[in-house]
């Protein structure tokens, strides 16, 4: 597998200041990718690699949810409702008070416009967040893609795939002790061989005496219950 990749996708290719500062606000790194299936056979991203960030292993965030989490407020520029300048106002330099003059009430539309313009981008933004995002994309042979990857990192580290493989754990699950539990036929069967003598001249009692040997046998329970 060949990739190349760059960090800081939004600052240098976004355009848009304020995805940049929703970057570093919650703690993205945002890296632009291009992967290349150099292979024989097809690769699916999740299932047959393994994005190492430095020498650990690492999860790139989805698309959808890092939209969603670096996107900018679109309510707040309700503010804007607020601005409506007068023309052409008189103010008494004795009492302060301002008289006359046209209001012109351009805030709803200041407030409507940015809004919409915020919406917009947010929108495209995650359009192209979910069409670029490599969890479960498949490449054929010889196959190339470009995707965003969004990682919640706070330092840089080189990235680097490597292929996923069966692992086994390092050290083996701890082993418990197994306990017989106490077999409810047990008193009974003694008082029966305690009065019929040997149990097994006895059919009768030689199926009792099986019984209770398996219960003891499979009635077992961990030491840690």
């Known amino acids: 597998m060949d990739m190349g990749y760059q960090f800081d996708a939004l600052r240098l290719n976004g355009g848009n200041k304020k995805y940049v500062k ?17 292979w024989d056979r097809e690769v699916n991203f ?9 020498d650990r292993p690492i999860t790139p965030i989805p698309g959808e949810i890092a ?8 309510a707040i520029y309700l503010l804007y409702i607020l601005l409506n300048p007068r023309i052409g106002a008189k103010t008494d330099p004795m009492t302060g008070a301002v008289s006359g003059g046209t ?25 192209e967040f979910a069409a670029h995002d490599l969890t479960n994309r498949t490449l054929k042979p010889g196959e190339t ?3 965003i990857v969004s990682l919640r990192e ?11 493989t069966a692992t086994t754990p390092r050290h083996p699950p701890p082993r418990f002790q197994a306990q017989r539990l106490p077999c409810p036929r047990a008193n009974t069967y003694k008082s029966l061989k305690k ?7 006895d059919g009768a009692f030689s199926f009792l005496h ?11 329970k961990p030491s840690w219950r």
Do not use: W
Request: proline share 3%; net charge positive.
């Open 22 to 38: 929703k970057e570093a606000k919650r703690g993205y790194h945002v890296a632009a990718v291009r992967v290349t299936n150099n």
């Open 46 to 54: 999740s299932r047959d690699l393994v994005l190492m960030y430095g």
């Open 67 to 74: 939209a969603k989490d670096m996107k900018q407020g679109v």
């Open 103 to 127: 209001t012109l009430p351009l805030g709803p539309f200041i407030a409507g416009g940015n809004m919409l313009g915020a919406g917009s981008a947010n929108t495209n933004m995650r359009k």
């Open 145 to 147: 893609v470009y995707g």
């Open 154 to 164: 706070t330092a840089v580290a080189p990235l680097r795939l490597e292929m996923r």
């Open 195 to 201: 009065r019929k003598g040997s149990v097994g001249t």
């Open 210 to 220: 099986l019984l209770c040997n398996r219960c003891r046998q499979s009635q077992l």
